[in-house]
């Protein structure tokens, strides 16, 4: 990319411990208008509500111009303009509780560098582990991409929704809504809430949906749709970008295995995100 070896990243760590406080959870469950969940101390804290914690400790001196993080600390320094996480696969051992100690191991497991259709891109796959004091609670890997910018946007082919669905709902994805969880998880990816910056700089149409977000709407409507029982395993991918300006559908189906199939689609019908989710 730059002259930089990237396999020299490969096996690069990181440690970090973090007290799972209410205060985000519960401001999480006002911001997604979830006014029935028990979050005091020693409660079950929802899953994948963990990336509510754990977050980047950057000043804003250490910002780049897009926002994230500038690039050389515990990820690589791709040049590659934009970058996105796109997708994760995660295992749940123990559920988290409200108000205890948990510590995260990071590590950098693969780097690989592809030619797609717009031209050169790099994969950096991280895996982390979550511990507590009762033992092992979360494996997770994280896809992160890395491309080069676009010209104009292009949209990706038509991708429609499956025709038998078990249920569908509409959510708000709003630009409030896209703005309340930047702050909740300090994230100052500009094309969260920067119009001029997304549509000028990074030649989107609108404001682009999170994929944590969308994430965290399908594992809710899951959890809605099985009430009581608890994941085993959890995976997501992003198909193409949800936009603040599209209405966006959750949908779910049931699948031979006992789990669910569940998606993200924008107001013409097409996914913009895929997950599975199996129970214990």
């Not at 510590?103 to 994969?123: N, R, W, Y």
């Not at 049931?254 to 107001?267: K, P, V």
């Amino acid at each position: 990319m730059d002259g930089t070896d990237l396999n020299d990243w490969v096996g690069n760590r990181e440690e970090r411990s973090a007290v799972l406080y209410s205060t985000p959870a519960h401001l999480l469950a006002l911001t997604l208008d979830l006014d029935d969940l028990d979050l005091e101390d020693g409660s079950p804290l929802p899953e994948l509500w963990h990336w509510l914690y754990f977050l980047p400790m950057v000043p804003t001196s250490g910002l780049g111009i897009d926002g994230h993080p500038e690039r050389g600390g515990f990820l690589p320094p791709i040049s590659l303009e934009r970058r996105m996480w796109a997708g994760g696969r995660l295992t749940f051992h123990l559920g988290l509780e409200v108000g205890e100690e948990v510590h995260k191991s990071s590590q950098i497991v693969d780097i690989s560098q592809k030619e797609g259709k717009t031209g050169s891109m790099v994969l950096v796959t991280v895996r982390h582990t979550l511990t507590s004091q009762r033992g092992l609670a979360i494996e997770e890997e994280q896809d992160i991409v890395y491309l080069p910018m676009p010209e104009s946007y292009s949209a990706p082919r038509p991708d429609p929704l499956p025709e038998e669905l078990e249920w569908t709902q509409q959510r708000r994805a709003d630009a409030v809504l896209l703005f309340r969880f930047s702050a909740l998880t300090f994230n100052a990816h500009r094309i969260h809430y920067d119009l001029p910056y997304a549509t000028e700089a990074e030649h989107y149409p609108g404001l682009v949906v999170h994929g944590p977000l969308q994430a965290m709407l399908l594992m809710e409507s899951a959890r809605r749709h099985r009430s009581g029982a608890h994941p085993a395993t959890y995976m997501f991918r992003a198909s193409r970008p949800l936009f603040d300006f599209e209405s966006c559908t959750v949908a779910g189906q049931s699948t031979a295995d006992g789990g669910l199939d569940l998606f993200t689609a924008n107001g013409d019908g097409n996914v913009a995100m895929r997950a599975h989710v199996t129970w214990r």
